[in-house]
């Protein structure tokens, strides 16, 4: 959709990834909700990038994760996202709910990325519900 992140950042400078996720924020943000947009931008002018701009490789020491590879996941697995949630990584979201064993997907309603800052008691219900869940089924 974008390219790549890291690559953004390496070849046009942070700021540019910034401007990128902070020029549509339809796609992160509900409309309406210019206290998320707010909150976001304060978040972006205090990050350091350190994770996009890291000149070094990666190990090799973990292996990529595989579609497959999530059949494996064996312990309870929530999956939160808002209802304005990017396409890409909703469609993410969608997989991982869709290949974990028994996985558990939330939608948000009125939230974007980073739905617990723009519905926290929506999400916070969310996880105390699973949580609940989780352990009603341990002591059966």
């Known amino acids: ?10 070849q046009h ?3 540019s990834v910034g401007k990128l996720l902070l020029a549509s924020p339809i796609a ?15 978040l ?11 000149p070094h490789p990666e190990s090799g020491r973990v292996p990529a994760v595989r ?19 990017a396409p ?15 996985a558990k997907k939330v939608v948000i309603p009125n939230a974007g990325h980073g739905a617990h800052f723009a519905q926290p008691s929506s999400f916070n219900s969310a996880l105390l ?5 989780v352990e009603r089924n341990k002591k059966r």
């Open 1 to 10: 959709m974008f390219g790549s992140f890291p690559s953004i950042a390496k």
């Open 13 to 15: 400078g942070l700021d």
């Open 28 to 42: 992160w943000v509900p409309p309406g909700r210019n206290d998320i947009t707010d909150r976001y931008r304060r």
């Open 44 to 54: 972006w002018t205090a990050y350091s990038g350190k994770d996009l701009l890291d």
């Open 67 to 85: 579609v497959s590879d999530l059949a494996n996941i064996k312990v309870p697995t929530l999956v939160i996202i808002g209802d304005h949630e």
């Open 88 to 102: 890409f990584i909703a469609a993410a979201a969608d997989s991982l709910a869709r290949h974990i064993p028994n």
């Open 129 to 133: 519900d699973f949580f609940y869940d």
